[in-house]
Every structure is written in C-alpha cells, then in structure tokens.
C-alpha cells in the first residue's frame, strides 16, 4: 500500500485510524458486501486470503465468521494491525511469484486496491493461481452518485486520489476481467449508494439513525449502479 496519510504533507495513504463516521460507514457497506459474497460461495472455515488488507476490518469480518484468514500488505503499520486478526505477510503486489504464498486459498478478497497497482492486469493474473477458484474484486465506481451529480452540476474537475491509476466501469470491468484477464465473472454485487450531499449533512444524517436507510436500503435498492463500489465475484478456473 502507499505511504500513510497521517504523516504531514502525505494524503496517499489510507490512514491508519478512520474517526469519521461517514467514512466508517461507507466502508462498513462495503465490507459487508465483501462478506456477504464470501459467506454465499466459501463454505464456513474455508481459507480466505484479504491482498492489501489495510487495518484489518475485512479480516476481522471474515474471522468472526469463522473463516481461516490471511492477510497481506507492504505497510509495516498495515501488516501490524491486520495481524490482531490473523497471520500477514509483507508483499509487493507488483512483484507477485509462484513463491509468494505456500499455499492456494478457497478464495480471495481485494478491496479498493486494484486501482492503486502499476500493472493490474498482470498481479490479477499471478494471484489467480494461489485461490481454488474465487476471487471478490471490489473497485471504486466512477457512477458513484456523488461523481454524477458533481458532472451535471459542471463543477469543477479535481483530483480524487492521486494513487488512483485506474478507473472501471460496470462494463469495462467485464471486459478487462473476462477478455483482458481470462477470468469470468460469477455475479456482480452492490454496496452504498451515497447522497450527493457535503459531509456535514451525511454526518447529521448518521447521527440520527437515517443515513443507513437512506442510502444502504433504498437508495441502493432503487440506483444500484450508482453505488460506491463496483463489486465482482469471479471464477478463476473454467466449469
């Protein structure tokens, strides 16, 4: 993973604490969709593998509900505190090998690094072979609700996150794991649907017990493709 954001004058890194409870929230959406797919085609204490597991909540999930999960990062301080939550090792995911891992998992997870990765097409491609035949892919969704209205409304065109190199939509998803990758995706699957509100307002929403109706019921419900994240579940190997 990148540099840590909580150092002076870096932002490129997830930070290592999450204290605000939008962004805990979006994330917690998107873990529980993650979790949701895993629990639906790994059968209970199924090997998992989490690339590029961060601070661990993903792994902290998938071993609460009694799966056998690893964990793997390059941040020193990631690897620490995935580690309260099951073994994790120090990989570069642009230098992956057959000697990488000891062994092949029933599935593995990624979540919101995909788009950080030099060479994604090739990393996918050399994980593939240590999974038994899942992999979840989730990737940040350029029809987030909050991108298209900021399009219609013509504002300004900025940065998003410098590490980003990559961006997908649903259908270029297809086309790059399917025909760039060789793979075949299974189901596709939807967190969050945030509203195109400023922070405060979402905070306030939260503080009051709404902002998870609103936006993880029936916003999703009713725009699923405008969720934060496209989420992929991919079969490895042909049937």
Not at 52 to 67: F, V
Request: charged share 25%; net charge neutral; aromatic share 10%.
């Amino acid at each position: 993973m990148p540099k840590n954001a909580d150092r002076p004058g870096d932002t490129q890194h997830l930070p290592y604490t999450c204290p605000d409870v939008v962004s805990r929230f979006e994330n917690e959406t998107a873990y529980a969709t993650i979790l949701a797919a895993v629990t639906e085609h790994v059968r209970p204490g199924g090997s998992i593998l989490d690339v590029g597991s961060g601070r661990g909540e993903l792994m902290d999930l998938l071993a609460g509900r009694g799966y056998n999960v690893s964990g793997c990062d390059l941040d020193e301080e990631c690897l620490r505190l995935s580690r309260r939550f099951g073994p994790a090792t120090k990989v570069d995911l642009d230098k992956i090998s057959p000697g990488t891992f000891d062994r092949q998992f029933d599935c593995i997870v990624m979540s919101h690094v995909l788009e950080h990765l030099e060479n994604p097409r090739q990393t996918l491609s050399r994980l593939a072979m240590f999974s038994k035949g899942l992999m979840i892919i989730a990737v940040p969704n350029p029809y987030y609700l909050q991108f298209v209205f900021r399009s219609l409304l013509r504002i300004k065109i900025d940065y998003v996150n410098v590490r980003h190199l990559y961006s997908w939509d649903w259908y270029h998803f297809r086309t790059f794991i399917e025909l760039g990758c060789g793979l075949r995706i299974v189901e596709f699957r939807h967190d969050s649907v945030a509203l195109p509100l400023t922070a405060p307002v979402r905070r306030w929403l939260y503080n009051r017990g709404w902002l998870g109706p609103i936006e993880d019921r029936f916003l999703k419900a009713l725009l699923p493709r405008f969720c934060r994240s496209i989420t992929a579940v991919i079969q490895v190997s042909p049937e």
